[in-house]
């Protein structure tokens, strides 16, 4: 499958994964022999459902560095396709929407509405090529299929000499921008996904674009032994009835970067609660809620 999308009225009881991007509804630009399609953000915008995902592009490349040397790869790229309802099937735009303003390529978008504004939050896949990752925010049009000005750099990965970037490794990735009470969290994670390392950040922001502070206490949430939860990561934060809540995914075992068929990422769901903040008088976000629930999704 290519975008996996399940339905629940609660917590509980998920339906089988259904297939929401089908292959012949790709994008011209992608790279229909290799896709490797991920980081999916589903939204409703100007009356229809806007689907933003990140593909391999069939003709832009860049140079990689894995342990076992360089070697050529298509560019990672940010696409978009539409839809009427939120199970698709979603149809692809052609242009993309972020590629060639990065020669190591762009993925995980996310999207702010802010009244008649949209922000497009992502990463700069930079790290793939041996050069420092970062998170940028760019406007977007009104309808969210295309961007709109220059982008604005948020954070970067070791960006601050301070000890609590050190937990960060060579990556910042997956930003989830929260409006609350009047003030802005970007949340994000961190470090390398294949282990148990990749944990889960948060800044406090002035604004939608900035700028962001790190509050020192970072990660907010990461692997526990008493839980079972293995590099925890890739969050999106959702408000349900009231409370908030955390989705993100973990291994079923520590791969510790060599990763085969025995081991799984499962998506998860935890609480997030929000407390006072006895240094500015606003709120800090915890991650909190016992073991998480797991879903029936590899």
């Known amino acids: 499958m290519n975008v996996q999308a399940i339905r629940s ?8 994964p259904a297939e929401v991007l089908p292959a012949a509804n790709f994008p011209r630009w992608v790279d229909v022999k290799h896709p490797q ?20 592009h069939s003709v832009f490349q860049r140079t990689e560095t894995p342990p076992d040397g360089p070697r050529v790869m298509q560019r990672q790229c940010l696409g978009v396709a539409v839809a009427d309802t939120p199970r698709g099937p979603f149809r692809g735009i052609d242009a993309p929407l972020v590629c060639a303003e990065f020669a190591e390529g762009a993925i995980d978008a996310n999207v702010l509405k802010e009244g008649d504004q949209l922000y497009l939050y992502y990463k700069q896949d930079s790290n793939c090529c ?16 295309a961007t709109v000005g220059s982008p604005v750099q948020l954070l970067a990965n070791m960006d601050s000499p301070g000890k609590q970037d050190d937990w960060e490794w060579r990556v910042v990735e997956a930003p989830t921008m929260v409006k ?3 003030r802005y969290f970007l949340f994000y994670s961190g470090n390398f ?14 604004s939608p674009r ?11 949430l990461w692997s526990h032994k008493e839980t079972l939860l293995l590099g925890p990561g890739h969050q999106a934060i959702l408000d349900h009835q009231g409370r908030t809540y955390a989705f993100f995914h973990g291994w079923n075992r520590d791969p510790d970067g060599r990763l085969n068929e025995t081991f799984k990422r499962c998506m998860y769901v935890g609480r997030v609660d929000w407390r006072h903040d006895p240094r500015d008088g606003g709120e800090m976000p915890i991650i909190v809620g016992g073991e998480p629930k797991v879903m029936p999704v590899d």
């Open 9 to 16: 009225s609660g917590f509980t009881g998920w339906s089988a």
């Open 37 to 56: 399609v991920w980081a999916p953000e589903v939204y409703q915008i100007a009356g229809r459902y806007v689907l933003y995902f990140n593909a391999r």
């Open 130 to 145: 041996s050069e420092r990752s970062a998170i940028h925010v760019q406007g977007l049009s009104s309808d969210g299929l």
């Open 180 to 182: 609350r009470a009047g």
């Open 193 to 206: 996904f294949g282990n148990k390392n990749y944990s889960v950040a948060y800044l406090k922001c002035a």
């Open 210 to 220: 900035g700028p962001c502070d790190d509050p020192g206490e970072n990660p907010i």
